[in-house]
């Protein structure tokens, strides 16, 4: 215990009439709300690649012009409301799409999602910054399916 009250001065020296359990409270809570900030962004990376999943199977499965809008529509409704992105991107990209017939192919669906600090942590305290999440999905395209 004194060895946090040593790391730990206020202008006036020493902090002896604090009680030991009321530093150990501090550093606690700051604790628990690092969990929880770092558990939130873990939860936001796995919606955004649970999205790259989504909007690549949606792509492998339109028909060549329409696999951008429908690979941007299954990336939104993945991420619901469980990540509000300040900004979205949704590229579509793979040989896939340009196959002929019998022939295998991928597409793949890269998500880039930008999300604010502000959302992660308690209600009414706002962290400046943000963060950016990328994952990359790949799906097969069924070769005998027409194009």
């Known amino acids: 215990m004194n060895i946090i009250k040593r790391i730990i001065r206020d202008d006036r020296g020493d902090l002896d009439d ?5 530093i150990l409270s501090i550093f606690a809570i700051a604790l628990i709300s690092m969990g929880i900030l770092f558990g939130r962004a873990g939860v936001v990376e796995n919606t955004v690649q649970a999205a790259a ?3 690549a199977r ?5 028909r060549g012009a329409d696999a951008v809008p429908h690979a941007i529509s299954a990336a939104q409704v993945a991420l619901g409301d469980n990540v509000t992105c300040t900004d979205l991107d949704v590229t579509v990209g793979g040989n896939g799409l340009s ?3 019998g022939e295998a192919g991928t597409v793949s669906a890269t998500v880039t999602c930008i999300v604010s600090y502000s959302d992660l ?3 009414g305290l706002q962290l400046p910054g943000s963060f950016t999440v990328t994952k990359t999905a790949h799906s097969p395209v ?3 399916r027409e194009r």
């Open 121 to 123: 942590v308690f209600p």
């Open 142 to 144: 069924d070769p005998y």
């Open 53 to 55: 999943y989504a909007a």
């Open 58 to 62: 949606d792509a492998s499965l339109s």
């Open 18 to 22: 604090l009680p030991g359990w009321t």
């Open 99 to 101: 196959t002929g017939l």
